[in-house]
């Protein structure tokens, strides 16, 4: 129909030619032109504008639906990047207490093992001394019971000889200088 109608128009155009120029208005091109507007109008309406609107509008509904679970994906994204920032800053802090109570427990190691050295520095001391003191006591003994016995030893010499009080201190001098030798 719309191919009949072309040829119509078209078998027109030598007739429109021999009576007229373009600027001169012909009301049965008007006419035929508005017919054929519609007639394209109303074919397009059926045929293509209606599959055309379609594909557009589902074209539109998948950017949409696109556009939606983007915007989905990035409200996920921020959230999982806020919950690893939270995380993040927990480890940190959980990271900064370790280090800290490491470095409370090493001072206090430090302490308590620096109070052991002095203890046992001291024990170690207070042991000496007492063994410093037993042999001094023991010497001093030992020094006694031997200047007793030159004592005694001293006086039987002098019993024994009967001597004049200068013979006794001669005797007395020599025994102390043998004494002093040893």
Same mark, same amino acid.
């Given at each position: 129909?719309?191919?009949?109608?072309?040829l119509?128009?078209?078998?027109l155009?030598?007739?429109?030619?021999?009576?007229?120029?373009?600027?001169?208005?012909?009301?049965?091109l008007?006419f035929?032109? @508005?017919?054929?507007?519609?007639?394209?109008?109303? &074919?397009?309406?059926? &045929?293509a504008?209606?599959?055309?609107?379609?594909?557009?509008n589902?074209r539109?509904?998948a950017?949409?639906?696109?556009?939606?679970? %983007?915007?989905? %994906?990035?409200?996920?994204?921020?959230?999982?990047?806020?919950e690893?920032? %939270?995380?993040?800053?927990?480890?940190?802090?959980?990271?900064?207490?370790?280090?800290d109570q490491?470095? #409370?427990?090493a001072?206090?190691?430090? #302490?308590?093992?620096?109070?052991?050295?002095?203890?046992? +520095?001291?024990k170690?001391?207070?042991?000496?001394?007492?063994?410093?003191e037993r042999?001094?006591?023991?010497?001093?003994?030992?020094?006694?019971?031997?200047?007793?016995?030159?004592?005694?030893? +001293?006086?039987?010499?002098?019993?024994?000889?009967k001597m004049?009080?200068?013979?006794?201190?001669? @005797?007395?001098?020599?025994?102390?200088?043998?004494?002093?030798?040893n």
């Amino acid at each position: 129909m719309l191919f009949n109608f072309s040829l119509a128009v078209i078998a027109l155009a030598p007739e429109a030619a021999e009576h007229g120029s373009l600027i001169e208005v012909n009301p049965g091109l008007i006419f035929w032109t @508005i017919i054929t507007f519609l007639i394209l109008v109303l &074919v397009l309406t059926k &045929v293509a504008w209606k599959p055309i609107i379609a594909a557009l509008n589902q074209r539109e509904s998948a950017i949409k639906e696109a556009m939606e679970k %983007a915007e989905t %994906a990035k409200e996920e994204a921020k959230k999982v990047l806020d919950e690893n920032q %939270a995380n993040l800053a927990h480890a940190e802090e959980e990271a900064k207490k370790i280090v800290d109570q490491s470095r #409370e427990f090493a001072e206090k190691l430090k #302490e308590q093992m620096l109070n052991e050295s002095k203890q046992q +520095a001291q024990k170690i001391i207070e042991d000496a001394t007492a063994v410093i003191e037993r042999q001094k006591d023991s010497a001093f003994d030992e020094l006694k019971s031997h200047v007793a016995q030159i004592a005694i030893q +001293a006086t039987e010499k002098i019993l024994r000889e009967k001597m004049d009080a200068e013979s006794q201190k001669k @005797i007395v001098n020599e025994y102390i200088s043998e004494i002093t030798k040893n």
